[in-house]
């Protein structure tokens, strides 16, 4: 392990704050479909995405994104950041971040609990999970965990996503 400590006191004391939060607008059935006919494409949907007759209603695919138009509200973050800011999480909930100059992808992983269905209002809600220092090729890394809960308004789970970012 690198001498350099990428971790601040603060920073461990931030593992478990709400970083992000949203809610979106209740799901519409045409949202559902043109989702379905986006993924499928060119073969038609099955359809239990587009088809109300289908038992129990219209469903949405397991990948569909409630939040990818609009949010009908958000958590606002305490400072104001940039997209390609390496240190968005912490300054999200208002600490100092490591200030490393690169980020890349660790992976995500998604558990699908229940589907979203019409009419369904979704909260997700994303927890820092955990850091984690490393010594790579090119100097010190840090892996920071992130979780995404998704819950509908009866605050059923209906999905669960966890972020790996590698910053260097």
Not at 94 to 114: F, S
Not at 149 to 155: I, K
Request: overall charge neutral; hydrophobic content about 40%; charged content about 25%.
């Amino acid at each position: 392990m690198s001498a350099v400590r990428l971790v601040s006191e603060e920073m461990h004391a931030a593992v478990g704050s709400i970083v992000d939060w949203r809610v979106s607008f209740p799901v519409a059935a045409s949202d559902v479909r043109r989702w379905a006919v986006a993924v499928y494409y060119p073969d038609p949907p099955p359809r239990c995405f587009w088809d109300p007759a289908t038992p129990g209603g219209i469903v949405a695919p397991e990948e569909f994104n409630p939040f990818a138009w609009m949010v009908a509200d958000q958590r606002v973050p305490v400072v104001s950041v940039g997209r390609r800011d390496t240190d968005k999480t912490e300054k999200s909930i208002g600490i100092a971040g490591p200030g490393l100059q690169n980020q890349v992808n660790g992976g995500t992983e998604v558990t699908y609990d229940r589907p979203i269905r019409v009419g369904d209002v979704i909260r997700s809600e994303t927890r820092l999970v955990e850091y984690r220092e490393k010594a790579g090729r090119m100097g010190p890394m840090l892996i920071t965990v992130l979780e995404s809960t998704w819950t509908n308004q009866e605050a059923a789970r209906v999905q669960v996503e966890r972020q790996v970012a590698i910053r260097f």
